[in-house]
């Protein structure tokens, strides 16, 4: 709240103590400011979040889960400026259990929703290497072009080609190997930056 964000999205799928997430602890995040709440392949580990999840609107588990599985995959939010948002949440596929194909799910919830358009951009070294000015300045583009921009980010080993081919960038944090957890990190920071750019905020400084 003191820092006075838009839209808030957490990752609560190991909230209970490294196990899912309970819907007290759902609560208290949505309480806490969070505009959304996303699992992972650890959502069912609380098995009450078989059933609380269709009572929490705000609760995503990926969109890429089997036909019928509980819950939603995507949500529509209200940001704090009268925005409003599409949150999607996708699963990748390296080392993990078999699942849909994660752009699929992305393309038929986009779908659904015809007055928005999304442009993925996949996370990878040898991608274009970009400066924060030049994040900025892709915002901008896509904010012009009535596009939202959809970052995606592998595992250890990377993004399987297949997801690279049928994204609409390429970008690279580094030309270093970065863990899972650090990128998305970096990444989130980039895009602070990059918006207080745009917005003309002294925070970033070259």
Not at 123 to 149: F, N
Request: with cysteine; aromatic share 6%; hydrophobic share 45%.
């Amino acid at each position: 709240k003191d820092w006075k964000l838009d839209l808030v999205v957490i990752n609560g799928e190991n909230a209970a103590g490294g196990f899912g997430i309970t819907e007290t602890i759902y609560n208290e995040l949505i309480d806490a400011g969070a505009d959304a709440v996303t699992l992972g392949n650890h959502s069912w580990d609380q098995r009450e979040a078989l059933v609380f999840i269709e009572r929490a609107p705000r609760l995503i588990r990926p969109v890429n889960y089997p036909k019928g599985t509980p819950g939603r995959g995507a949500a529509l939010v209200d940001a704090k400026n009268g925005q409003r948002a599409l949150v999607i949440n996708a699963m990748g596929r390296v080392y993990m259990d078999a699942m849909d194909d994660p752009f699929a799910g992305v393309e038929r919830e986009m779908a659904a929703r015809p007055g928005i358009a999304c442009v993925p951009v996949a996370l990878d070294e040898r991608g274009a290497q970009v400066t924060t000015r030049e994040l900025a300045a892709w915002l901008q583009d896509w904010m012009a072009e009535g596009v939202s921009p959809a970052f995606i980010i592998g595992g250890a080993d990377g993004l399987d080609d297949s997801i690279k081919a049928r994204a609409g960038k390429l970008m690279g944090l580094s030309k270093l190997t970065l863990p899972h957890a650090l990128a998305r990190v970096m990444l989130a920071e980039q895009l602070y930056r990059a918006v207080c750019i745009i917005r003309g905020h002294p925070y970033h400084r070259d």
